[in-house]
Every structure is written in C-alpha cells, then in structure tokens.
C-alpha cells in the first residue's frame, strides 16, 4: 500500500470518484432516485448532495426514462450528468431513451451531437434480495452500438473507471457489482489508471485463462488460488470493459495458455461469454487446446433467493468449468 | 362525458380579427406580410417535398399541410436564443429559424439520419420516435436553469426551450413523464402540440376523452387552447408562454387545434380510415387563405408584394428540386467512424473489412 493509498470499500471509491469529478468540472451533475437527501440507497453518493447542492445533485421524480432523457437534454445543453438507476432490474423503463436516443445521437448527428451521459447502475445477485434486485442487464446494452459499457471489480478501479468515464465523450453504462460494495481494497487518487477500454491481466499463469468481470473476479482469483494448490496455473483477466472488448489481451493471453474459461453472472445465451468466445475461436482457433468454456447463470430468469447460491456460478462451477477444459 | 373548452381564435377563417382578453395581442406591431411569407414558403416546400417523393427522389414525406399557422405563429413567438425539439414534421418551424429546407430532405430520401447542424439555427434534429424529444427539452430547459438564464429580467440572457409534439404523443409515457418534470422542477419549457387530429389512422378520440389543453392543469401548469389555423392566435400563445417561462413561471401546454389535411405520410393511405368530407370542412378553415384575406382587406398586401412573394416561391422550389438531387450519399465509412468519439480497434477492424469488400465491388 502506498503512503497516497487508503483503504475503502467500492461504495465509497464510486464516491470518492463521484466528488473528485465534480470538483474537477462544474459541468457534472449527479441525477437519479433517492441520490440527494439519502444519499442513495447504498449511499454511493453519500454526503455530495450538502458538498454540491440540489441543483447539481438532483432528486429526481421517480422514472427510469425522465432520468435518461433528462440527462440527454442536459448534455445537449453542454452538461455532463450522471445518471443513477436505483437497481438493475428498473433500467428496462429506461432502454427506449437508451437505445433509440443515447446510443444513436453521435451517429444520427453525423458526430455533430455528443450525448458524454454515464449511466450508474447497482447489478448482480448474491444479496438475497427480491426479484429486479439481482439482474445482469450488460449483454442488452454491449449489443446496442454506441454505447460504452464497463463494470469495475475493485476500488481501485471503481475510483478510477468513474472518472474515465465522466471524461469519455461517448454515453457510458457503469455497472457496479453491488455485492462487492463493501468489499474493501486500496485507493491511490493519483493513480495512472488502464484507458476503459482496456482489460487486465490481474494474475498471471500459463495453464488456463479465466476471463471474468465485476463480482466475479474475486470468485475467480480464488479459483486461480485453489488451482494453484492443485499444480494448474491460471491467468485470470478482469474484462472491465465489455463493449468494447480488448481483444488483444484476450488474444495474446490464450495463445499462450490455450485454455479458456468464461464466468458470468448474467444468463447463458447471448452472454458477453458467446461473444468472448466467437472472438476467441476466430482469432486463435489454433492456439486452443480445447473449446472455450462458459461458466453462466442459467437461462432461467433470476430465481428466488434461496436458490441463487448454485444458481450462480460460484467457486465450484467455476473450478468445474476448469476441470471440463482440461479433459480435453 | 366529454370536456371540451372551445379553442380561442383572433383571426376567423373569413380573415376577420377580433381582439380577446384572454389572448392578448399587439396585432399592429406584428409584421403579418412575414407571417404570411413564411406560412407561403412554407406550404411550397412541403409541396415540392410531396412532388419529389412522388419522383422516387424521396422515400417518404410527412406532410405539414393545414399547420402552417400553428407552426409559423408559434416559430415567431421565438428568439434567437430560445431552444426547439421539434418531432418530424416541423418543417414550417425550420424554415424560421433558418434551416436550410435542402437539408430537411436528406433524412426522407435516405442520405442522413439528421442533416443539419442543431446548434447553428437551435433547432434540433428530427425525433421519430414518439413523445422522446419531450425529455430531452426538459432536459435541455434543467440547464438553461443551471446557467442561471431564467427570471434575470435580461433580454440577452433569460431563454426557454418550445418542445413540439402531436396529439398522438401525449400516450406515451415519455411525454407524461416530461410533464411531471417540467411542472415538478418549474422548468423554463413550453409544450406546442399541434392537434391535427389524427395519429396515423387513431382519431383524437382514441388518445383522450377531454382536449389537450386540459390534461396540462392534472400536471399542474397552465393549458391553453388555441384555434391551429389562427396564425394570429399561435403566435399570441407563444409568445406569451416563453415569456412566462424565461421569466421563471414555469411550463405551458399549447393545444393548436389543426387539422392533417394530408395522409400521415406520402406512404399512409387515409382514405381507408377517414372520410373527404372532413378534410374538405378544414379545407374550408385554411391558414394561409385567412390570412391573405386579412392582410389584402387592411391594405397590406399589395401587387408587388404577391409578385416578389411569388418569385420567392418559384426560386424555392427551383433549390429544393435541384438541392435534393445533389444531396451526397455518405461515405461507407461514416457510420463507422460516428458510433464512438473515438473508433475502437474492432470496430476500425469491421471498418476495413467493410470498405474493402465495397471497393472491390465497384
């Protein structure tokens, strides 16, 4: 830990983040849900409400699409708002706004119009919450072009990934793995952050590589940790952005190692795992010593808590995943 | 039970002007030979829009005719600085502000999906899908709040922002929830819908059971209810409405009541769901004939007036039909390199791919 470091759960490096922006450039402004006066409901932007302002730090009515749209109008007004959509499963009021508008202006406007929105969004499950609390919406939004779409897995990278974000010029989804929010890890302000669209090699290894994103990766660092008992050297890579993908630290990865592994929280079919491997099998069909395994939710919609420890891929099914690559 | 308060009208469809109290209006400072240039010019390009679809030079055209007076009245009522969200068919209200009608055609004959420069005239892109432009007006209207140009009392400072809409956008949920917000947060935004009456084949009748104007008090701002093909009227409305709203009072609802004199598009076939008899009682209604009336009967139209007017029309046509044919077709790689600010490798990869498999087909 650098003497500049602190360490902090991912709920307040998102908030540490947040602040930083704002005092960086008067033109960011906070708009979403319960964001100002409580602070949100998981207190990410706790406290910046009394530091800002309401006229920055904006209660907004309760909907999804006046959040979205708002915020478009907004940047066409030179602003550069950040959204928070309370949960996962409340983004879907939203996908209009998304889709037909935030995503398409740039294009539509022959790169006249540039809509730098960020959209905060709390995904993923493992918090025995009720049903829309525990949802993996990225493969909607990694499919619509024109949309950026990143998820942070540490502090460290929630703190720099959310200033890289405000900066971008282009709309960015934001997910945060909600139930890695007090997961703690250490913040340095000044660090020199991996541009956004870049993922990175967290672990490296030779045997196997084992691609996740957001809540995962710790799941994954724990299954490089047991293979490591077992003898099997695992490189694990945090994808951190999913659209658009770094292929080439995929690439240059499975080359060496020869094995894949994908772990997702989100449903089987369509997952960022289907396109990870499309893009793997294409470029370096040769260098695979086996197929590239998916480690997936099911293609169920999310099911009631007391079921979702196996539903989701936890460390067993991923450890499984791992095995099935080496019968190969 | 049906409600229904009876639009106001200033200018009668016989070109008579009466004053109203509730619509108060300084006629003789308004230059009504402008507003029935501009309503003339107007009406031209549409007609030479719906001629050069009809010639395979566009794909579709959605017809403003019988709106030429809510959206001249109410294009009027704006300053240089105000901001407009029009929908798709807000061609009257482009032409006043300044944009080129060339550059109207681009996106219906297939060469754009926008075509002009938003910011050089504050007259933003087209929006097809319905209702979504009310959002980002009421967004655009939270900045202007942020800037602080609301209620200084500074001509040069103080702007608003007039969102477009139909009849038929007032069901969408965008729409309703863009009136929560700008009534909530007392927003510097007036809303100009032009009733014509009918949302492709649905009749008002199917959207709502009271006027437009009224839906505006369940919100909690003022709706008002004018006669559409009253350019007097619209642009009394308007001006009144931004006033009100640059100097902090909050939204309007505008209801032009008008009439879709043409199908929804050139490619919609109304006689299948309405009959000529309707059409042919609003024809009887027209803007700009009411107004040529007025203005001849007040001595202010004058031969040379009609002449010079006629002569702009003429050239009008001439630019557009020529404009239209000499509109580029994009490069193939610029959809390409408008999806991000910067181009990602893959996509760069896609481009390539893409522009040699082009080239080699030519």
Redesign the interface.
Do not use: C, F
């Given at each position: 830990m650098s003497a500049t470091s602190t360490r902090m759960p991912l709920a307040h490096a998102l908030n540490l983040g947040l602040r930083h922006a704002m005092e960086a450039d008067d033109k960011v402004?906070l708009l979403g849900e319960d964001i100002g006066q409580l602070g949100g409901v998981f207190r990410v932007t706790d406290g910046l409400q009394k530091a800002f302002g309401d006229?920055?730090v904006?209660d907004?009515?309760l909907?999804e699409?006046?959040i979205?749209?708002?915020?478009?109008?907004?940047?066409?007004?030179?602003?550069r708002?950040v959204c928070e959509i309370q949960f996962d499963g409340f983004v879907f009021?939203a996908m209009?706004?998304i889709i037909?508008?935030l995503a398409?202006f740039?294009?539509?406007?022959?790169?006249?119009?540039?809509v730098p929105v960020v959209i905060r969004i709390p995904v993923g499950g493992g918090i025995g919450a009720i049903e829309h609390h525990s949802e993996s919406p990225e493969a909607y939004f990694a499919h619509t072009?024109?949309l950026?779409v990143v998820s942070p897995s540490t502090s460290q990278e929630a703190y720099d990934m959310m200033g890289l974000a405000i900066r971008?010029?282009?709309p960015v989804i934001f997910l945060e793995p909600k139930r890695s929010y007090w997961l703690k890890g250490d913040v340095d302000s000044g660090n020199s952050p991996e541009e956004l669209?870049k993922a990175t090699v967290v672990r490296e290894g030779q045997d196997l590589t084992l691609v996740a994103y957001g809540a995962l990766m710790p799941v994954a660092l724990k299954a490089a940790e047991v293979c490591q008992r077992e003898g099997r050297n695992i490189e694990v890579i945090d994808l951190r952005s999913l659209s658009?993908?770094d292929?080439?630290t995929l690439i240059e990865s499975v080359e060496r190692t020869g094995r894949m592994v994908v772990a997702h929280e989100a449903s089987r079919t369509a997952g960022l795992g289907a396109e990870v491997a499309a893009r793997v099998q294409d470029a370096a069909f040769h260098s695979l010593l086996s197929p590239v395994i998916r480690v997936t939710g099911y293609d169920t919609p999310y099911p009631p808590s007391r079921l979702e420890e196996d539903w989701l891929p936890g460390l067993d099914r991923i450890l499984d995943g791992i095995d099935r690559s080496f019968t190969y | 039970m049906s409600i229904n308060t009876e639009p106001i009208t200033l200018l009668n469809a016989e070109g008579i002007y009466s004053a109203n109290k509730a619509l108060p209006l300084a006629v003789d400072a308004v230059d009504a030979t402008a507003l029935y240039r501009d309503m003339v010019m107007a009406r031209r390009v549409d007609t030479e829009a719906i001629a050069l679809q009809r010639q395979g030079e566009l794909g579709l055209w959605p017809s403003l005719l019988g709106q030429e007076a809510a959206q001249v009245g109410a294009a009027h009522a704006l300053k240089p600085r105000d901001v407009v969200f029009p929908t798709y068919r807000e061609h009257g209200v482009a032409w006043c502000r300044g944009v080129n009608p060339v550059d109207l055609l681009g996106l219906f004959r297939g060469t754009?999906?926008?075509g002009w420069?938003?910011?050089a005239n504050n007259f933003?892109?087209y929006?097809l899908?319905i209702g979504?432009q009310?959002?980002?007006?009421?967004?655009?209207?939270?900045?202007?709040?942020?800037?602080g140009d609301v209620g200084t009392g500074d001509p040069a400072r103080d702007r608003a922002v007039l969102v477009f809409l139909g009849d038929g956008a007032l069901s969408e949920?965008?729409t309703n929830?863009?009136f929560?917000?700008a009534a909530?947060q007392n927003l510097p935004v007036v809303f100009f819908c032009q009733n014509n009456q009918w949302a492709i084949s649905a009749p008002y009748s199917v959207q709502s059971k009271i006027s437009v104007a009224q839906r505006a008090q369940g919100f909690g701002f003022a709706g008002v209810r004018v006669d559409g093909n009253d350019v007097f009227a619209c642009l009394a409305a308007t001006e009144e409405a931004l006033a009100a709203a640059r100097a902090g009072e909050g939204p309007t609802l505008i209801e032009a009541l008008t009439y879709r004199r043409n199908p929804h598009t050139t490619s919609d076939d109304d006689g299948r769901y309405r009959s000529g008899a309707e059409n042919d009682a609003w024809a009887a209604l027209d803007p700009i004939d009411r107004l040529r009336t007025y203005l001849t009967s007040t001595g202010q139209l004058e031969e040379a007036i009609l002449e010079q007017i006629s002569g702009q029309e003429k050239s009008l046509a001439e630019q557009l039909r020529s404009g239209c044919r000499a509109l580029p077709n994009?490069a193939p790689a610029?959809?390409f390199?408008?999806?991000?600010?910067?181009l990602?490798?893959?996509?760069e990869q896609q481009m390539n791919e893409h522009l040699e498999f082009v080239e080699a087909g030519e």
């Open positions: 402004m006229h920055r904006v907004s009515p909907g699409a006046g979205v749209g708002s915020a478009i109008g907004l940047a066409m007004a030179g602003y708002p009021p209009n706004q037909t508008q398409k740039r294009h539509r406007s022959e790169g006249r119009i540039s072009a024109g950026k971008s010029d282009d669209q658009p993908i292929d080439k | 754009t999906l926008g420069d938003p910011t933003n892109l929006t899908v979504a009310t959002l980002h007006g009421v967004g655009y209207a939270m900045g202007i709040v942020r800037d949920g965008e929830e863009a929560v917000w909530a994009p610029s959809p390199q408008n999806t991000y600010a910067d990602p490798l893959d996509l």
